[in-house]
């Protein structure tokens, strides 16, 4: 399977999807970590891909996403962004009533 049809699926097949550098109980730059609290704090299963551990998914991704950086958000199938962008929506409330 090519690293876009991996990516796709992977964002198909699970309802809320972070890539990012290293994993949830050790992430590898401060984005990431802030982007795990946050998920974890709204108290939500979630899968990750170690964006770090996949240079293929780290290289194609941005491109299919038009998102340049890292993490990426994917909540059913859509990107909602990156660490910012959840901060945004955590403290106004917009990213739990997605996550129910």
Known sequence: ????????????????????????????????????KILQA???????VDVLENPDIRTTLPSYANWPTFPQLYIHGELIGGSDIMSEMYESGELQELLK
Do not use: H, R
């Open 1 to 36: 399977m090519d690293t876009l049809a991996t990516i796709k699926k992977q964002i198909a097949e699970n309802s809320v999807i972070l890539y990012m550098k290293g994993s949830p109980a050790q992430p590898k730059c401060g984005f990431s970590a802030n982007a795990v």
């Open 42 to 48: 709204c108290g939500v299963q979630f899968e990750y």
